[in-house]
């Protein structure tokens, strides 16, 4: 069964460095997500990416995260100068929500990267 | 998003069937019901979804009442490996973000 992919599984980063992160979505699918999830707390939403640009963006998705797909599979996330508060799972998710498709089709993760900030 | 409440934690013996429930009165009429679960740090994985009839697949069933106002996933056979937090949720459409609440903490006891 096709699946979304995450690398790498746990990512060490000084703080104040640049980090990113990579995910290959299911291929046929058009919608992708990050989603993050601290320590002990709920999964939150990061941004949305249909078309080629950002569809929607949470408050937490500030100036220092950027997103790109820079080619036909991977879909990254990108955190500029990193700070503490930044280590957290990192989820990609993807949809096949489109014209093609229905608009109920659900989203599917990854199993995420392990942002640890020292 | 309409809001969803289920209750924290459950426990279910294994072999049994496990009856997950989840209110959402708030619904609206276009909007689908969807579950979700994590087992320890994973990613949340996708269960099952339904707009108004009842729907059932390899993993679980998914009943709505008729007024829509609550649900109940069924996994009908429990087994270790079920032990998750699971989630309901009901976005607006299935490529606006997911809200992920507490959920449910199921236990399958052996």
């Known amino acids: 069964e096709p699946e979304v992919t995450q690398t790498p599984s746990h990512q060490v980063t000084q703080m104040g460095q640049e980090v990113i992160l990579r995910c290959v979505p299911i291929s046929n699918h058009l919608y992708f997500y990050w989603y993050r999830q601290i320590l002990g707390q709920k999964v939150e939403f990061l941004v949305s990416f249909y078309n080629n640009e950002i569809s929607e963006k949470s408050e937490i998705f500030d100036d220092q995260f950027s997103v790109e797909r820079p080619d036909g599979s991977n879909f990254t996330l990108k955190i500029r100068s990193t700070k503490l508060e930044d280590s957290a799972m990192y989820f990609c998710?993807?949809?096949?929500?489109?014209?093609?498709?229905?608009?109920?089709?659900?989203?599917?993760f990854g199993d995420g990267t392990r942002l640890s900030i020292l | 998003d309409a809001k969803t409440t289920q209750p924290p934690s459950m426990d279910c013996a294994e072999g049994r069937a496990a009856n997950l429930p989840c209110n959402h009165s708030?619904?609206?009429?276009?909007?689908?019901v969807y579950w979700y679960r994590q087992i320890h740090s994973q990613g949340p994985q996708y269960i099952i979804h339904?707009?108004?009839n009842n729907e059932t697949n390899e993993m679980a069933s998914l009943i709505i009442t008729e007024d829509r106002k609550s649900s109940t996933l069924i996994l009908p056979h429990a087994t270790l490996r079920d032990t998750a937090v699971y989630y309901c949720i009901v976005p607006l459409s299935g490529n606006t973000p997911l809200v992920f609440g507490k959920g449910t903490r199921l236990s399958v006891i052996a």
């Open positions: 998710a993807s949809s096949d929500t489109g014209w093609r498709t229905s608009l109920d089709q659900p989203q599917h």
């Open positions: 339904g707009l108004k």
């Open positions: 708030t619904i609206s009429g276009n909007e689908y």
